[in-house]
């Protein structure tokens, strides 16, 4: 609408003074107490707060070429072969033969049992126990509602943020203290001094234990052996374990297991989940899926499985059929698989580049074998702090590591996610402020 009838719209709306309701408008707030669980929350969640200090990096330095090796979002577009399928399947909802509205809330059967076939080949999952979703952070947050407030979890430190976040917007934890430990939570110690593995034999029972391999932040993917002892010392407690295997792609030949499953008496302690975000490039496509095997169960017997399906169909309205029919395409042929799998052979090359980049800079790095993510120590240094020189000296964007808990104060994580163009002259900037 151009300006000037906009004005005149507003004339029109305008009441004489005598005939002007006197209405006095104020600051009013509603009588519902605020959740109390939302005030522990001790800061921002942690990406939210990456992006804001970029955006203002940007305002300070408005012509800087700004080089993200930070949040873990895709940059390399979806192979043809997965997109196409997508666009056929989009363009015959505008038929009448081709639409289809609401589908099953555990997802598209042939997605299901594409998943277990190729995913989990030879490890008894079918494709009743796998649950399509939005992404594996969607997950969590469901699995969390499933367990609800009373259980006790323990996490790995350093570890992903959303598992200890969704646990404190639950009602599962205290408050945190000075060191950023929330009351309630089992910080499982995870660092180099370790083998980035805890000392199972020094943790406490909890009902539910959070266990990413490869791990987001450190790149460390568990051996056989450490999976099966976390395996056993579940099953030994009674403990659920809840792994996430988002970038189990990225593990390398094989002799390290991808997914818990591979170990036995896995099925009657584990809930896995998993995402297409870092394989296919789904981060904005959203997919993911968790698989809940028929044997596990609660204490009274009850099927834990039946519990979650009841929680997605009450929660969720079942994944984007368009995604599901790219997430499909990666899956059902060689073609698509392969295709994937290159994505990823990219990505992997960018973690040879950075990892050589930091060793020659005389830097302890850890992670990039198996992951996209390399863990940098900066010994005698806080995280934010090394963060912060890092984006003004050379405007390029990490993750500082005591985002991801106490045990990452002092490490930095760097993201392989970026073209090899910007990933190289990322590597040159570091080298020049670092060296």
């Known amino acids: 609408m151009p300006t000037n009838m906009i004005s005149k719209v507003f004339e029109k709306a305008v009441l004489p003074l005598d005939v002007a309701p006197a209405v006095k408008i104020t600051a009013s707030r509603t009588s519902v107490r605020r ?12 990406f939210p707060e990456i992006s804001m200090r970029r955006e203002a990096h940007q305002k300070k330095y408005p012509d800087a ?6 949040i873990g979002d ?12 997508m666009a ?15 589908g099953p809330e555990k997802g598209q059967k042939s997605l299901r049992k594409a998943i277990a076939e190729k995913i989990y ?66 910080y499982m110690r995870c660092a180099p001094e370790n083998a980035f593995f805890p000392d199972l034999a020094t943790v406490p029972r909890t009902d539910v234990i959070f266990f990413c391999s490869p791990n987001n932040p450190t790149g460390h993917a568990a051996s056989r052996d450490q999976l099966r002892q976390l395996v056993d010392f579940a099953r030994g407690n009674g403990s659920i374990v809840v792994f996430d ?23 009657e302690v584990a809930i896995e989940i998993s995402s297409f975000s870092k394989f296919a490039g789904f981060t904005g496509v959203r997919l993911g899926w968790a698989v809940v095997p028929d ?46 799998r290159r994505v990823v052979a990219k990505y992997k090359e960018n973690t040879r580049v950075l990892v050589d980049t930091f060793s020659a800079l005389g830097k302890e790095v850890y992670g990039g074998d198996d992951s996209p993510y390399v863990w940098v120590r900066f010994p005698g240094q806080r995280s934010w702090d090394v963060f912060g020189e890092i984006l003004e000296k050379t405007h390029v964007i ?36 670092l060296a």
Do not use: H, W
């Open 295 to 340: 044997e596990l169960l609660y204490a009274d017997g009850t099927s834990v499985a039946r519990d979650f399906d009841r929680v997605v169909c009450t929660t969720f309205n079942g994944a984007s059929s368009v995604a599901q029919v790219g997430g499909l395409a990666c899956l059902e042929t060689e073609e698509g698989r392969e295709a994937v």
């Open 121 to 186: 080949p030879n490890m008894g999952i079918t494709d009743t126990e796998v649950f399509i979703s939005d992404g594996a952070q969607c997950d969590i947050a469901r699995l969390q509602m499933l367990f609800g407030r009373d259980v006790t979890i323990a996490v790995q430190d350093p570890t992903f943020p959303g598992y200890v976040d969704t646990g404190v917007i639950m009602g599962q934890t205290g408050g945190a203290g000075e060191s950023g430990r929330y009351a309630g939570i089992e």
């Open 88 to 102: 056929e399947y989009s363009l015959a909802l505008s038929t009448p033969e081709g639409y289809q509205g609401y």
């Open 245 to 267: 295997s988002a970038y189990s792609s990225y593990v390398s030949g094989d002799q390290l297991p991808r997914s818990i499953y591979e170990i036995p008496g896995a099925r």
């Open 74 to 85: 895709t940059t390399e577009p979806i192979p043809s072969i997965i997109t196409s399928a």
């Open 398 to 433: 990490t993750v500082p590591g005591s985002g991801f808990g106490p045990g990452g104060e002092g490490f930095i994580r760097v993201s392989a996610f970026n073209s090899k163009e910007k990933v190289v002259e990322a590597c040159a900037r570091l080298t020049s402020f």
């Open 65 to 70: 070429k700004v080089i993200s090796l930070g």
């Open 35 to 46: 959740n109390p669980n939302m005030e522990k929350l001790r800061n921002g969640y942690l």
